[in-house]
């Protein structure tokens, strides 16, 4: 068992893309998927969206306003490797959930449009995955069109972004005259050819080394000339790559291609495999748990009502850390103090749910919810102390009061907002003030508003009504002798009481929050609910 554990863990491998929207992570995942033989003829995930909703881009919204809004997973093979994709939305005002899903993954694959650069998505992202210290990969895309110069790219990283670059390969031509990407480490230039095909299939490859008499018959004069130029530049003016830094983030391996025609999408698949880590230990109150600890442990970071309109089931993702998950095994979940069923637990290869016998560490299973998980939730096989750490929340921004526009569906908006609240996408507040039953929202990002109205309505049947509120911030408070009911001042500061019922003061601004813990040195204004 031990061996199967360690054979498992080494050939497993977790990661999420990165990006701004448009950038093309639909485009590269669908061609990874590709390479790994989960799919046969790219393309047939966009087709399908089109036609049904993809379990990666199920809701109608997602396709009316053309974004992705749900992380989901996919798992191919790729060589010996076990891939685990944890698909990201790309959209700013769902970056919550993304960084929930980045605290599943063990490194992560930036990619960039080689005409924009870095842009803003791609900072705030690049800043969660800094955080957390995992390695990043630079996919430097769509340079079958003009674009910048590598050399300006790597630049702007470390301008922009503070990190330098290590380019893995390096482009020839750009363009129309994108011919092919040169292997630094061995020295061999990958030429290739799409005849026939419009990225729809594997490339046609050919791998020459640049140390060959071949080499001329293979690139032009010039084209060699160039490289050698570049390559040149490179080894005199460039970093030395080494795993220690890579693997801390503080380097990150770059590779150039285009996700549309595949050119470069099996030597970046190929590199990011052999360099990416295997599942790595997580933090817990008990200091790390290491995935070869022969007991099965894991923590919750998703969780998705209604997936499936037609089966109306609620999904809590986890991420399995150590040992060997078994169907319906039983395993200690810290924050209830029992033992519990995990029961029907399902995993998502290339888009489509499957039922599993088991997993292991870097693995993502579906389990079937029936309302007992919340994010950052601790699962752990015959342990009570186990508690993992670090699956980020984050404090609201944007506030508005619920009504309910039809009064008897209010049970129906009732329940689908303790729902969502439990799945991360909004927060709920009750009003203390007398007379006051709507509840209040909180959302980190303006457009969950929209969701949440659009979800509400068509998974539960509750038409709503969304009046928004002046606060920015919102603090639990802590410390003795905290009245409540003389806290509230016009406009400025409301209090309120979290689900649990801990009291929590929206501020209207810095300013309000400033004023409050001025006047009020005695209590403690937190941006993180207090453990219970
Ligand atoms: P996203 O998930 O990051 O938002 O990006 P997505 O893959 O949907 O790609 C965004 C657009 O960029 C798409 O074009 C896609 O075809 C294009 N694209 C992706 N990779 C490449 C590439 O390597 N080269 C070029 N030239 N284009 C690329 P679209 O016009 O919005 O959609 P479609 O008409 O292709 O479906």
């Not at 977790?14 to 061609?31: C, N, Q, R, V, Y």
């Not at 749900?70 to 919550?96: C, I, K, M, W």
């Not at 008499?213 to 160039?226: F, G, M, R």
């Amino acid at each position: 068992m031990a061996n199967e554990l360690e054979r498992e863990v080494a050939r497993r491998r977790t990661f999420a893309i990165i990006s701004h929207p448009d950038a093309g992570k639909t485009t590269l995942t669908e061609k990874l998927l590709l390479y790994g033989g989960a799919i046969h003829l790219a393309g047939s995930v966009k087709a399908k969206r089109a036609r049904r909703h993809a379990t990666s881009d199920w809701m109608e919204l997602e396709k009316e306003r053309g974004i992705s809004v749900t992380s989901s997973v996919l798992q191919f093979s790729y060589r010996d490797h076990a891939v685990n994709l944890l698909d990201t939305p790309g959209h700013q005002d769902f970056s919550e959930d993304t960084y929930r899903t980045l605290s599943a993954a063990d490194a992560a694959v930036m990619l960039i449009d080689a005409a924009k650069g870095v842009e803003p998505q791609t900072k705030k992202l690049f800043k969660v995955c800094r955080l957390r210290g995992i390695p990043i990969f630079t996919f430097v895309n769509k340079l079958d069109r003009y674009g910048r110069e590598p050399l300006e790219l790597m630049n702007e990283l470390e301008q922009v972004l503070g990190i330098r670059s290590y380019p893995m390969n390096w482009p020839i031509g750009m363009g129309p005259e994108f011919r092919g990407v040169y292997d630094r480490q061995a020295r061999v230039v990958h030429v290739f050819s799409a005849e026939g095909s419009h990225g729809e299939s594997e490339v046609t490859e050919r791998s020459v080394s640049i140390d060959s008499e071949e080499i001329k018959s293979v690139l032009t004069e010039t084209e060699l000339a160039k490289l050698q130029e570049d390559i040149e530049l490179l080894d005199i003016g460039g970093d030395e790559f080494t795993r220690e830094k890579s693997d801390v983030g503080q380097l990150s391996p770059m590779f150039f291609g285009s996700a549309m025609t595949n050119f470069g999408v099996r030597p970046f698949l190929d590199a990011f495999l052999d360099l990416a880590p295997a599942p790595t230990s997580r933090p817990t109150t008990q200091g790390p748990r290491e995935p070869t600890n022969p007991k099965f442990a894991g923590f919750v970071f998703k969780i998705q009502a209604n997936m499936d309109p037609a089966h109306r089931d609620r999904i809590a993702f986890m991420r399995v850390v150590s040992g060997r998950y078994v169907k319906g095994m039983n395993a200690f979940h810290s924050r209830l103090g029992k033992e519990v069923r995990l029961a029907k637990p399902s995993q998502f290869l290339a888009a489509e749910r499957t039922s599993i016998e088991d997993a292991w560490p870097g693995d993502v299973i579906g389990l079937f919810d029936p309302g007992q998980y919340r994010i950052g939730d601790s699962l752990a096989e015959g342990a009570q102390d186990v508690l993992f750490e670090g699956v980020p929340r984050f404090s609201p921004e944007f506030f508005a009061v619920v009504r309910s526009k039809d009064p008897l569906r209010r049970k129906q908006m009732e329940k689908g907002l303790e729902q969502l609240s439990e799945e991360g996408t909004v927060q709920i507040f009750q009003q203390l003030a007398m007379g006051m039953k709507d509840p209040i929202v909180g959302v980190v990002g303006a457009l969950q508003f929209e969701v949440l109205q659009y979800r509400l309505e068509h998974e539960y049947g509750a038409k709503i009504a969304l009046d928004r509120l002046p606060f920015s911030h919102a603090r639990w408070v802590v410390g003795q002798n905290f009245d409540p009911k003389s806290f509230d001042w016009e406009g400025n500061r409301q209090t309120v009481q979290d689900r649990d019922g801990l009291p929590l003061v929206l501020f209207r601004d810095d300013w309000a929050l400033q004023h409050a813990e001025d006047k009020h040195p005695e209590l403690k204004f937190v941006s993180e609910a207090p453990l219970l």
